[in-house]
């Protein structure tokens, strides 16, 4: 389902590049939200859902093409630690690619005639933990416990319609084969995106391996990094497209480093939108920003791009 009468994002690849969003959280952040809460953005999906639509309507300002749900830290589980029932938390989930396609019509009544996308996020089973652990991976889970994981709220996302799914911050190789076989007959296409550092996994595998699992799925339109410091997305790009022959996505954080148990981010942004430009040549072709990665970035790569 594409969003108004855009192309297919398929399509739209085959034909050049596409712009991505930056950190939803950056976004809610700088207009005041508290993200303090271990649900994050996904706690706004309740509380402030007009929030969510003008963060999306901002980066479709600067130049984005593509608007991530704020579904990454959206689970059934931590839904239901909130006290938040089954029901709810599937209304919450449909709700957040709503709102995508809610900033999609804004944008529209405000003149952007350019195809725009809403794709829904899935993050890994170590965002619902809300402890770091997306950025350690190996959670003692089996493929087949973590596929039972992400299957009911994907099918509750596909269900509500988007024009992609976005499987993204995979820290493990083995949590990217549980989604890869949950996304199957959804009917959705779908990207897959790791968090690596070092040329390698977050759970230290090598990126020839990881990203070779996703080279024969139909349903993947894209494989690529993000949330990864944008030195470590150089030679992931060439590799998930050498490995894979698919477009590949990337969409780096700023350079800053998370500090879990403080819950803030340390260090000084490292984000270079000269970057892009290596990224493209090298078969990059949704390219954007993650944590820290605001509207002033999106628009320089929109620039560029």
């Avoid at 349903?219 to 060439?238: L, S, T």
């Avoid at 939108?273 to 493209?280: D, S």
């Amino acid at each position: 389902m594409t969003s108004d009468n855009s192309p297919s994002l398929a399509d739209a690849l085959a034909a050049g590049s596409v712009v991505l969003d930056g950190g939803m959280s950056n976004q809610l952040a700088s207009a005041g939200h508290d993200l303090s809460d271990e649900l994050w953005s996904a706690r706004l999906l309740a509380d402030r859902p007009d929030a969510v639509s003008d963060a999306h309507l901002a980066y479709f300002g600067a130049g984005a093409d593509v608007a991530i749900t704020a579904s990454y830290q959206a689970t059934f589980e931590g839904f239901g630690k909130r006290g938040i029932p089954h029901a709810e938390a599937a209304r919450l989930l449909a709700l957040s690619v709503e709102l995508g396609r809610d900033a999609v019509r804004r944008a529209r009544a405000e003149g952007i005639v350019r195809p725009l996308w809403v794709a829904a996020s899935v993050g890994p089973y170590g965002a619902m933990l809300a402890d770091g652990s997306e950025y350690r991976g190996r959670y003692g889970l089996s493929v087949g416990e973590l596929e039972r994981f992400h299957r009911p709220r994907l099918e509750v996302l596909a269900g509500a319609g988007p024009d992609v799914l976005a499987l993204e911050t995979v820290p493990d190789a083995d949590e990217a084969a549980a989604l890869l076989r949950a996304v199957r007959g959804l009917g959705v296409p779908a990207w897959l995106s790791y968090s690596v550092a070092g040329g390698l996994t977050r759970a230290g595998q090598p990126l020839e391996e990881a990203f070779a699992l996703a080279a024969d799925v139909d349903e993947v339109i894209a494989v690529g990094v993000n949330c990864c410091a944008p030195q470590d997305a150089d030679r992931a790009v060439e590799v998930a497209a050498r490995v894979t022959g698919k477009p590949v996505v990337v969409y780096p954080n700023s350079g800053e480093v998370w500090d879990a148990e403080a819950r803030a981010w340390t260090g000084r942004s490292l984000f270079d939108t000269e970057q892009v430009t290596g990224w493209r040549a090298a078969g990059a072709r949704l390219i954007g920003g993650c944590c820290r990665v605001g509207p002033e970035a999106i628009a320089g790569i929109a620039g560029v791009v």
